[in-house]
């Protein structure tokens, strides 16, 4: 019998329970990877990455990667998301202002770990499945709009954090004039397949470099 189901461990890649597939993730990629807040560490071993993903790359959902959604577009790497997130330093009583929605899964974390997320995604296409997958999951709290992000979302202003997900050229200052006293605007700059830095901005517009980062192009619209 032993031998008999020996083989099966080469094809068998890993678990196949999505909760358990994404608690190995976040001991894997996460944890000891300067991803410390708890809050973070646990959301993201409650959400299943692979119902973000296109079918074909539900088994490729949690490695250590982006991967494509469609569009030109891809959903970040986990270590991203959770550094992204935690830059953001949440409590649970905010009210997050996300730019570039692509699947949902980075608005899904934050969903679970603010008070109330708008999402702003340029390719309706996109918004308008995230907001779909968002509705099935159950996460009520977070709305998607289409719209161009560069300019925020001023009718649900102002934000205790801003995250774009995607390079901008320089910091909108739209996104700042957004931001609540004290809040936190957490955004990748630099050109497209250049140099990018991950920077934090503060509402007074000062701002700290983080490291190199590498993210598609916040497009103008
Ligand atoms: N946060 C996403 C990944 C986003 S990829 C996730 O968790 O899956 C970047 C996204 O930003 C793409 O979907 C792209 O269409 C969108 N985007 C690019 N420029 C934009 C803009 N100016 N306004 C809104 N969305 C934009």
Redesign the pocket.
Known sequence: MALFWLPWGLFNRGPRDPGERARRMVEEQLRGRGVTDPRVLEVMSELARED?VPAPLRRAAYEDSALA?G?G????QPLI?ATMSQLLQLRGDERIL??????????AVLGRLAREVVT????PE?AEAAQARLARLGLTNVRVAV????EGWPAAAPYDGILV??AAPSIPPALVGQLAPGGRLVIPVGPKDGDQVLKVVRSDGSSQDLFGVRF?P????
Do not use: N
């Open positions: 973000f959604i569009y577009q891809t959903i970040s998301v996300e730019i570039g929605t692509g699947s949902g899964y980075q608005a702003v995604e340029m390719v996109l719209g161009d992000g560069w997900a995607a598609v916040l497009k103008r619209g």
